[in-house]
């Protein structure tokens, strides 16, 4: 296999939106660029939007007329596929079908030298299968760019059941030249971004689906608590239902119905009704019309000017909360239980208001929860249980938000939103790893690069704290009975053992 890289040229195929970002970024770290697509002008239209590209690059100062020359030099459109003869790398990156990829492999495998490398973009199909129809599997890898690429600086190196260590090692050692973060994956459903990416649409979509929030409330509290960048439904509405739906149900079936991917009715319906999100004007939010999309906000109600009791429980939750509120000037009751006139708050872990109320045999109508998991910063979620008395709940509402902080009142709900989303995340990726797709350092830096999540997944649960993840899905596990929550042997094993889920010891 191919191991020094320099002097390199590079094959695309297919001069579409992933073909020419490819190109683009190759021929900008001075790697020489054939590209081919089976559409006449293709590849001269590429280059040619590639080019204005870098007179942009070059108006901001990013690039020197001079780098703009060289790369103009090194990126050319190519006749046909024969002009792949000297190439060390060949990178697919045409239409998304099995049979028309094996065929061109077939047909480039004539071409290109023995000791040329064929890489496939594919965001969906089994590498191995794509291999599976070439005579030499072992120089075919999974090269999987996101996009759009130039920006998304990660790309997913994914060894099939045949791929030789060293065709891996090759493009690893080519992403890195061109200023991508190499990770490795095998090649399994969704490799790790798409895997990854799992736990937070479909976790968001069950709790809306058992109306513990709405999806306003969901997106509201995830961006603001858990300092995601965009909100789950407007990610949907970003991607397109045309697009996530089918994505959600193919990992599901490639998993064999892993209760851990299960898709939603919700987006099933709305994709059949043709609310796909930005695109069609309508998805969760309306684009259509500014006015008619936000409901007017709820008439304020006076704050709750009572005392406020705190449950026993976790010392760090109970610290959190008596400090909060004292910022809001409420009076703290101190006592072992609730005088009659006293707020109760309540601070489940994976649980929900009424198991809580329940065991401890509170007063339900005026016992809410609270939920402490992001040390009680940012948005604030509080959690009714069925026989919170209305009036009292928005009271505390009032009460809490004198703190400064926005505040979402939601349905009893096993976990709140952010330790049910929180946690499903960081199970997800402590399984991937378990499976052995990927290293624990590659998940977190594709999650980070290819997710934009504020963190990676183990390093979330580091967090957190494993054991407190841990309790929570166990909680979630026993309340719902659903093995979606079942935690993963990855963080349970090292949850009891103390260790990070992030850094291997040893
Ligand atoms: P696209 O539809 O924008 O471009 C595909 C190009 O390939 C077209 O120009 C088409 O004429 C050409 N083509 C089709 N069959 C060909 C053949 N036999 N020989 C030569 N050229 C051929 O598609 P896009 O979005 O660039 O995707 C390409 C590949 O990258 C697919 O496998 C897709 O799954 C994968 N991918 C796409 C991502 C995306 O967000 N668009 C992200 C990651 C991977």
Request: net charge negative.
């Amino acid at each position: 296999m191919q191991s020094t890289l320099n002097p390199l040229v590079l094959g695309v195929v297919g001069a579409g939106a992933m073909g020419r970002g490819i190109a683009q970024i190759a021929a900008q770290a001075g790697v020489r660029v054939r590209l081919f697509d089976v559409q006449a002008g293709a590849a001269a239209n590429a280059r040619d939007a590639v080019l204005l590209q870098w007179k942009k690059l070059q108006e901001k100062g990013r690039l020197t007329e001079a780098m703009v020359a060289d790369a103009a030099l090194a990126l050319e459109p190519a006749q046909s596929l024969d002009a792949f003869a000297d190439c060390d790398i060949v990178i697919e990156a045409i239409v998304e079908r099995l049979d028309v990829k094996r065929e061109l492999l077939s047909a480039l495998e004539k071409i290109v030298r023995a000791d040329c490398v064929l890489a496939t973009n594919t965001s969906s199909l089994s590498v191995t299968a794509i291999a599976a129809g070439t005579a030499h599997p072992e120089r075919v890898a999974g090269f999987h760019f996101f996009n759009p690429v130039p920006l998304m600086k990660v790309v997913e190196v994914i060894s099939g059941a045949m791929t030789d260590d060293g065709t891996a090692q090759c493009l690893t050692d080519f992403a890195q030249r061109i200023g991508h973060r190499p990770v490795r994956a095998k090649d399994t459903p969704g490799f790790i971004v798409n895997h990854a990416g799992r736990g937070y649409l479909t976790e968001a979509l069950r709790i809306v689906q058992e109306s513990a929030a709405g999806f306003t409330q969901v997106d509201e509290v995830l961006r603001e608590a858990a300092g995601f960048r965009l909100g789950p439904f407007q990610l949907l509405d970003l991607t397109g239902l045309d697009v996530s739906h089918p994505v959600m149900e193919s990992i599901y079936e490639q998993y064999y119905q892993e209760p851990r991917y299960r898709p939603s009715v919700i987006t099933a319906r709305r994709l059949s009704a043709g609310l796909l999100g930005r695109k069609s004007g309508r998805g969760f939010y309306n684009y259509e019309s500014e006015a008619s999309a936000a409901a007017p906000p709820p008439a304020d109600a006076a704050p709750w000017s009572g005392p406020v009791w705190i449950a026993a429980g976790d010392a760090q939750a109970r610290s959190q909360v008596t400090a909060l509120i004292e910022r809001c000037g409420a009076i703290l009751e101190t006592g072992a239980l609730p005088s009659a006139d006293a707020l109760c708050v309540v601070v489940p872990l994976g649980e929900d208001v009424s198991t809580c109320v329940a065991r401890e045999g509170l007063d339900a109508t005026r016992t809410i929860g609270i939920d402490t998991l992001t040390d009680c910063a940012g948005r604030l979620t509080l959690m009714t249980n069925p026989a919170t008395a209305r009036a009292l709940a928005e009271q505390a509402k009032s009460l809490f938000s004198k703190s400064g902080q926005a505040v979402t009142l939601i349905e009893d709900s096993s976990g709140f939103i952010v330790q049910r989303v929180l946690a499903t995340i960081v199970n997800i990726g402590c399984d991937i790893v378990q499976q052995g797709v990927c290293s624990p350092g590659d998940l977190d830096s594709a999650v980070v690069l290819g997710l934009g999540y504020p963190r990676g997944p183990l390093a979330w649960g580091d967090q957190i704290g494993p054991r407190r993840v841990l309790e929570i899905l166990h909680n979630l596990h026993r309340t719902s009975g659903d093995p979606r929550y079942r935690p993963s042997p990855w963080l349970a094993r090292r949850a009891q053992l103390g260790l990070s889920l992030l850094h291997v010891s040893g």
